[in-house]
């Protein structure tokens, strides 16, 4: 028996009472297959059965609430569409020209909608992380809607709503509506086409099926529509539920967190992995924008969020996803050598956003507080992201011992941001090698030179694309460029002071006006509002981690012993202005051994969407903070990292906090499903094939099912 099936047994339901103390009835609407007892470590639950929301609410909860499959997502809209629901329905990849922003994600017809004789309260609404199974209760208008609704993450595109709807079955006919065609001015499209049934009798209910299918590059056939439709009704809403729940099982086999002592945190882990998962599906690209599929923020453009903060969890739990992720770097090489051959340069530079053909579309010009139209110099200056690619590559191989892919199709991820580098650096007339005029993670300090993180990422990856020039051997193309690289990054200035065990994030940083957050208000704020940019520009005040970027990202990089005087340091000047920030704060503190505060910057990040905390999460779930949820809990808090000869062995040393009584979790290693369960004195380690690790600094060889390592 598989992993996934047993998975699928051991979740299978429990007899149910006869009707759920929430309202919802013992099987799910319509029969379709049995509903599950909640659990509050796996169900995200919203509202009552007769609670109303106001407009700011309804947009969280449909981003909350939002159902992919990594080729489509639809937001968790209200059937009964009220005033102030934006429905959207996007699809991965599919961008059309818009102004402003140049290319946005085009939103695609809805396939919720109920014809019920008004609005109702959006009621009590449960996302069961299981199997992605959506339902709502709500009781209004003389009667009580009772839905179901998911996305089949076996069949990208179809999307099943079961609904009991009382006397309003009288106004939905049963109809198969006609494909809608969709065409983007950029070329591409979609096509999209459902089948409602409504069943007369005692207790009317609706079944439907909907279909689309979209292509970013050209517009898929109708009949592809239509067949995938024929598929999906062969199976029905049971069979494709059934399908679902397998679906669903098999992933959280493979990926799972479990916090034990604390639901609301285990919730959020899952919360973070069900979107993570669903932002993605096994193809030869996929983009995943800032705010994946779950809202039209950024207008759905790919930043550095994807490489570093998404594509680490999607590579220890379900690989596939994350090498779309790459295949999506890998086929924008071109436009990536355009832009620095444009520019005088030699290899690669990646866009700081990215949408449909790889070339930057990053605003020129936004809005501030005052009406104002500002420059955004992101787009010019904000170069990391070039060594970021090459970081992801590089993640990949190393999390799933999958070499083959540097030095075969990965290979350019790493080698071309390398020259890149190679042409981009200015040496001065000690030879000492710079980079002047960037960006930082650190956004509110523009046109700096010497910005530490951009230039240990640039070192790290000349370094990584000698190494692979190595390992080709001497005939390999790069082998005469190795040495320069090499030179090169040994001769990159970083800003390191070895007395203090400081890098200063910049030139010239240490000498501004030296605010600490505390002088303005309480974290996370928008310290750009309240200084102003001038003002912020010239003080010591950081967006988000910047030098700490550099310790998380590369620790081999950044001199031994230096994350405690930089922690030290910069989180007191860290105001959090960016989703980005507390995560990979939680992550560094809990490696520094400090549990405690490690855990209140985790708890931070799981804030930000479940509670909305910088109010922006109506225009979509910030997806690399929920991949910053997954690292901190395991690269911060059980320790993972790649370790032992050749980087074979997983390295497990876990710093739990005084309320977690145990730490779990699941993930793939090496091509092995791998079971931990962390505890203060002792780590057991399950696994369905031999397995080499270092816990706590012991060398262990684990043959499965697992045993504990003391
Ligand atoms: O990529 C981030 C950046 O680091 C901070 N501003 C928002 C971007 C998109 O999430």
Known sequence: MSDATADARAEAPSPAPATHPTGMPRTLPGGIGPARA?????????????????????????????????????????EDRPPGATPAVLAAGLYQEAP??????????????????????????????????????????????????????????VTVMAAELGDWARGEPSRTSPPVVIRS???????????????????????????????????????????????????????????????????????????????????????????????????????????????????????????????????????????????????????????????????????????????????????????????????????????????????????????????GPGRPLVIEPARYWASRIRRDQQGRAHIDGVIGPDEYHEGVDDNAFTNIMARWNLRRAADLADRAGPASPEAAEAQTWRELADALVDGYDRTTGRYEQFAGYFGLEPLVAADLGRVPCPADLILGPARLGRSQIVKQADVLMAHHLVPEEVAPRSLEPNLDYYL??????????????????????????????????????????????????????????????????????PGGPGAAALVVDPVLPNAWEELRLRLRWHGRVVRLTCRPEAVFVGCDRPLDVVVRGRVARVRPPGSWVE
């Open 572 to 641: 007191p000047r860290t105001v959090h202005g960016s989703s980005l920030s507390p995560s990979v704060h939680a992550a560094l503190l809990a490696r520094a051994g400090r549990a405690e505060t490690a855990l209140e910057l985790l708890r931070l990040a799981a804030a930000i969407d479940l509670e909305d905390l910088t109010e922006t999460t109506a225009g979509g779930l910030h997806l690399a903070n929920l991949g910053g949820i997954w690292q901190a809990i395991a690269t911060g808090f059980a320790g993972l990292r």
């Open 100 to 157: 402003e922003v140049g290319e946005a994600l085009l939103g695609l017809p809805g396939w919720c909608a109920l014809d019920l004789p008004g609005a109702l309260p959006a009621g009590r609404r449960v996302l069961d992380l299981r199997d992605g199974v959506l339902t709502r209760v709500a009781t209004g208008l003389d009667g009580t809607l009772v839905s179901a609704r998911f996305a089949c993450i076996a069949r990208p595109g």
């Open 185 to 407: 001015s950029l070329g591409g499209g979609a096509v999209s086409t459902m089948v409602s049934t409504v069943h007369e009798g005692p207790a009317p209910r609706l079944e439907r099926i909907a279909v689309t299918v979209a292509s970013g590059r050209r517009l898929p056939p109708v009949s592809r529509a239509a067949r995938r439709l024929a598929e999906a009704r062969r199976l029905g809403a049971s069979g494709l539920l059934a399908e679902q729940r397998a679906a669903w099982a098999a992933r959280w086999a493979t990926g799972d967190v479990e916090v034990v002592g604390d639901p609301a945190l285990t919730l959020a882990a899952r919360f973070a992995l069900f979107h993570l998962r669903s932002s993605a599906r096994p193809a030869a690209e996929v983009a995943v924008g800032a705010r994946g599929l779950t809202g039209p923020a950024y207008a759905g453009h790919v930043f550095w969020d994807t490489d570093v903060f998404v594509l680490p969890a999607l590579a220890a739990t379900d690989p596939p996803l994350a090498r779309a992720l790459l295949g999506y770097r890998l086929r924008r090489l071109p436009a990536a050598r355009a832009r620095a051959a444009a520019e005088g340069r030699r290899g690669a530079r990646f866009p700081w956003e990215s949408a449909r053909d790889g070339r930057d579309v990053t605003p020129r010009r936004g809005i501030d507080q005052h009406g104002e139209t500002v420059p955004i110099r992101t787009g010019d200056l904000e170069e990391h992201v070039t060594a970021d690619v090459a970081w992801a590559a590089w993640t990949f191989a190393t999390w799933t011992g999958r070499w083959s892919f540097l030095e």
């Open 38 to 78: 909640e659990d509050p470590t796996w169900c995200l639950v919203l509202g009552d059965a007769a609670t109303g929301l106001d407009d700011a609410a309804i947009g969280v909860a449909e981003a909350l609430l939002c159902l992919a499959d990594g080729a489509i997502g639809t937001r968790g809209v209200l």
